[in-house]
Every structure is written in C-alpha cells, then in structure tokens.
C-alpha cells in the first residue's frame, strides 16, 4: 500500500467533515476542560455507525468463542492490533485518528484508551462473561473505560515498583493502592486496575493481576482531572482505592494463573498504544503543515512572503518529509493488519519513537514559523505543540522506546 485507496479517501472527506462542523466550533470548550469529550465522540460512533459496527463484530466473535467452547477447545485470544479490536480495515480505525488529531489530538486519547486499551485488556484475557459484561459497552462507546498501571512510585518501572496490591480473603480479593495519570479517571463507569497479588512473599515475584472495577463501588474514588500542559480534551485523574472488596468475576480471565504472571496483557496492552500514535502523528503534522503553508504564502516580511526565505523553505521541506515517513508509517500499520501480522513490541517501539518526535519537532516548528502568533492560542499551531509533548512522555517515554527497541537488536 503507497496510498489511500478511493474508500478510505471518501472516509476521510466526511469525517473532516464532521470533525470540521462538531468538534472545531467546540475546541475553544474542550482546551478549557469545560466540556468532557464523550458526548462529542458519541455522535461521531452514532453518525459513522462505528457503535453498530462493533456491536456486529464484538457478536461474531462471541459466537465464534462460544462454539469453540462448547467444542472444547480454546477460543483463540484476540490479536492485539488496531483491526481486530474493531473489527474492520485498519484504515477505517485510523483515519479518524488522523482527522481528530488535527483539532483535537486529546479526543483521540480519550477515545483510544476507552475503547482501544480498557476493552482489549478485556477482549484479549477475559472470560466470555467478562467481555459481555463489560467490553460491548465499551467498544460502543455506551461507557467510558479506564485503563490504570501507572502509580506516584511506578511509571516506566510499572511493574517492578508497583505498590497496589490483591489480598485474598475468602472468595474474595480486597484491593488497595493509588494510580495516576489515568486517561478518563475522573468520569470513567468502567475500570481496568492492575495490581500484584500480595501473599505475603517479596513484591518483585508476585503475580500481576488485572481486575475489572465499576464507577462508584465502595472504597473507590475518582479523582477531578488534574490541570495540565496540555491533551486538554483528555481527562486525566487519580484513583484512590481503600479496601475494595471484588469477587474472583472481576478478576480478568477469573484465574491467577495467567500466562507470564498478567505481565504480557499488560505489554500487549501497551503495544497497541504505540502503535495508534503514528496516525496521531500524521494528523498533527499535517495539520502543522496546511496552516504553515499558508502562512508562508501569506505573510510578508520584508516586501516578500516569508515562504521566499530558505530557512522557512527548509522548515517546511523537513515537516513534508516527516508527514510521509508517519504516513507510511500507518500505511504499514494497514498492511500489516490485512496480513494479519502483529507487530512486535520492539517495532511498535520503533513508530512511537520515530513519530512522537517528529510530531513534536514539526509543531514546534510550526510555533516558529508563525512567530509571535504562533505563540498565541488563536493561531492553533500553540494547542497542537502542546498537545504533541505528550506522545513522548505516556505509552512509555523515548528513553523507554529506546531501550526497548536496542535490547532487541541486542537479544
Ligand atoms: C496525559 C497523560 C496520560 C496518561 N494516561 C495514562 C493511562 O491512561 N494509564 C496509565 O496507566 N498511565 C497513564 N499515563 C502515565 C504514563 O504512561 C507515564 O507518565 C509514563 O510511562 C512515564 O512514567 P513516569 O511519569 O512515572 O516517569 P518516570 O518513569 O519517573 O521517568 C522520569 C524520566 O526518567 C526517564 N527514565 C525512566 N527510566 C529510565 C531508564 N530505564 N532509562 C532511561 N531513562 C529512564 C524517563 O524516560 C523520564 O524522562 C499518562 C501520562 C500522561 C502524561
């Protein structure tokens, strides 16, 4: 694939569309954290019938699971790619990405870690009840998810210094700890807690359990989103949880006895998150790209548009260069899928770290092009640098990427 076939282009024009009539008006509302994103995110899944496709999709493949089930054999575990978990072209998942991110790059995190991350943690382990109960409702956007490993003490080390903890009690687990920087924590229904099973023995062996927590069980708090650089369309909070007692149905899969001790969940979890960012990437670079264009052929200095200098002439060849090589990026993320080939760890590594900068580096470059008005909030190019900061930082930061994709070379 070197270019968007006819069908996704035609996807493209309307979502811009819609992004351009619903979300642009609103942006003003959003930065402000006025206005949470969901019911914005809502229309879009109700106009496109993004919630009607996954609603088709999540029932073919419980039926699949239930007649390999009843057949006694295991139902195959879903692959962790943007394809499956929506069931549909890649191309069709990420081209929305791509348009969002023009305006609203935190729509697109809010809506990623509630219907990407939150349903396949329980998509990929849980038991068939499990995701009846709670993924359809999330792949629909019905509720929002939440999906919470990072702590005060614990963020690139995630499950080394992991403090929160299970504690068997009868049939049940009580669970205890705090996270933080929670994408959608303070409005969330529907929780993702990881924590390690305290039996007593050294932290560093315990198992990593998932549970499944709702909005508004006892000892559970959700804090207000916290004020930050940026993503402001992205809720992001704490969570606070005293003695939470849950039954062995909230535990994913219903067993302790997960492969790699919960940890490849987890991992596979953070794969997909990567993954997605290039084509958050292409959306703000080529966002990046259409107001400089146009500023350069508009604004003189000089006696001259400054697109005439080569030191702006450069700014701008170097961000084409970066559109394409995330745009390739995410075409390669489509052919991969229709191959049905999952990227490895150490290559979605590789497309976040390469993209996230190239992000950031052509947005902060926008700012200069604009000059004083770039760094105005009313010129745009401010909100999409700020915004971008972040793809370096969660999903695991550069210098995690980078160690990731350099043992590998190394194995
Ligand atoms: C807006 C936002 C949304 C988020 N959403 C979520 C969410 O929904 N769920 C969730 O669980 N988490 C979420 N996070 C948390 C995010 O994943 C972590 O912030 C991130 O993994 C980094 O962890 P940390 O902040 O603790 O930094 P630290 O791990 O303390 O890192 C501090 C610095 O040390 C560097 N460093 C750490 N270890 C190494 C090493 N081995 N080698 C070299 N350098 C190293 C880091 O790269 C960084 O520069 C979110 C964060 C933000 C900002």
């Known amino acids: 694939m070197y270019e968007w076939s006819d069908e996704h282009k035609m996807l493209q024009t309307v979502v ?38 996954a609603r088709a999709t999540f029932a073919k493949r419980i039926e699949k699971e239930k007649a390999a089930l009843a057949e006694g054999a295991q139902p195959t575990p879903v692959t962790e ?10 191309g069709f998942t990420l081209i929305p990405i791509v348009e969002m991110c023009r305006y609203c790059p935190g729509m697109v995190t809010a809506m990623g870690v509630s219907m990407g991350l939150t349903s396949a943690a329980i998509m990929s382990k849980g038991t068939i009840a499990q995701k009846e109960r709670w993924a359809l409702d999330l792949l629909t956007l019905d509720k929002i998810g939440a999906w919470a490993i990072t702590e005060p003490g614990s963020g690139s080390d995630a499950f080394g210094s992991m403090r929160s ?6 049939d049940e687990y009580v669970l205890n ?25 050294d932290p560093k062996d315990r198992k990593v359990l998932s549970f499944v927590l709702d909005s508004g069980m006892a000892g559970l708090e ?14 992001t909070g704490e969570l606070f949880l005293t003695d939470v007692r849950v039954g062995r149905d909230r535990l994913i899969g219903e067993t302790e006895d997960v492969s790699s001790g919960g940890r490849e969940g987890a991992k596979a979890t953070f794969m997909m998150e990567r993954s997605g960012v290039a084509a958050m990437a292409l959306g703000i670079i080529e966002q990046c790209l259409m107001l400089c264009v146009d500023y350069a052929k508009n604004r003189e200095q000089f006696g001259q548009p ?3 200098f080569q030191l702006i002439q450069l700014k701008l060849a170097k961000m084409e260069v970066a559109r394409m090589n995330c745009q390739n990026l995410v075409f390669r993320t489509i052919e991969m899928s229709k191959a049905g080939r999952s990227m490895t760890l150490a290559e979605a590594s590789a497309m ?16 200069q092009l604009f000059g004083g008005n770039g760094y105005m909030a009313e010129f745009q190019v401010e909100q999409l640098a700020r915004d971008a900061k972040v793809l370096q930082i969660y999903g695991g930061t550069d210098e995690i990427q980078t160690s990731q994709i350099a043992r590998s070379l190394l194995a």
Do not use: W
């Open 222 to 235: 959700q804090s207000k989103p916290l004020r930050k650089m940026g993503m402001h369309s992205s809720p």
């Open 177 to 201: 700890g705090s996270k933080t920087f929670i994408t959608n924590g303070p409005y969330a229904d529907t929780i993702v807690f990881i924590c390690k099973l305290d039996e007593g023995n």
């Open 81 to 90: 790619d943007v394809e499956s978990i929506a069931g549909m072209d890649a």
């Open 165 to 170: 903890t299970a504690r068997r009690d009868g």
């Open 306 to 308: 400054i697109g005439e």
């Open 16 to 53: 811009r569309d819609f992004v351009e009539r619903e979300i642009k008006p609103k942006v003003e509302e959003l930065e402000h954290g006025d206005l949470p994103p969901y019911d914005i995110l809502r229309k879009m899944f109700t106009t496109f019938g993004m919630d009607a496709m």
């Open 352 to 367: 976040k770290l390469y993209s996230a900068g190239a992000a950031v580096e052509c947005a902060l470059e926008a700012v």
